[in-house]
Nanobody
Framework: VQLQASGGGSVQAGGSLRLSCVGSKRDFSNYVMGWFRQSPGKEREFVAAISLSGRRTDYADSVKGRFTISRLNARATVSLQMTNLQPGDTAVYFC??????????????????????WGQGTQVTVSS
C-alpha cells in the first residue's frame, strides 16, 4: 500500500486540525495503521494506532483525550482528529502501515519499527 498524508498546517494553541492518510484500496483493511510524529532533534514518537477493523485504538499518553484516530476502510483512509493543540505538538506527522493477517484483528503497535510502510509526512505547527 502507498500512503499519502495531508491536512497539516499552522494553528494557534487550542486549535484543531484533522490529518488524513489515504492508501491504495486493495487490502487496506489488512493493514494496522499508525500515526507518528517527529520534531527537530528528536526521535520519531508514537502518537496513535488503530486495529484492522477500527475497534481497537491506542494513544500516547501525551495525546489521550485530545486526539482521535479513526479509519474508513471502504475509502482506504485513516484520520487523526487533533484538538486542543499545544506548541509541544509541533512536528512532522507520519502515517504508517503494517500488513496483518485478518486473524490479528485486534492488534496495534506503538513503536515505529513495527511498521514497514510510511507516508511522506505532513507538517503541523502550533504557535502559542
Amino acid at each position: 500500500v502507498q500512503l499519502q498524508a495531508s491536512g497539516g498546517g499552522s494553528v494557534q494553541a487550542g486549535g484543531s486540525l484533522r490529518l488524513s492518510c489515504v492508501g491504495s484500496k486493495r487490502d487496506f483493511s489488512n493493514y494496522v495503521m499508525g500515526w507518528f510524529r517527529q520534531s527537530p532533534g528528536k526521535e520519531r514518537e508514537f502518537v496513535a494506532a488503530i486495529s484492522l477493523s477500527g475497534r481497537r485504538t491506542d494513544y500516547a499518553d501525551s495525546v489521550k483525550g485530545r486526539f482521535t484516530i479513526s479509519r474508513l476502510n471502504a475509502r482506504a483512509t485513516v484520520s487523526l482528529q487533533m484538538t486542543n493543540l499545544q506548541p509541544g505538538d509541533t512536528a512532522v506527522y507520519f502515517c504508517a502501515a503494517k500488513w496483518l493477517d485478518a486473524r490479528s484483528f485486534s492488534s496495534t503497535y506503538d513503536y515505529s519499527g513495527a511498521y514497514p510502510l510510511w507516508g511522506q509526512g505532513t507538517q503541523v505547527t502550533v504557535s502559542s
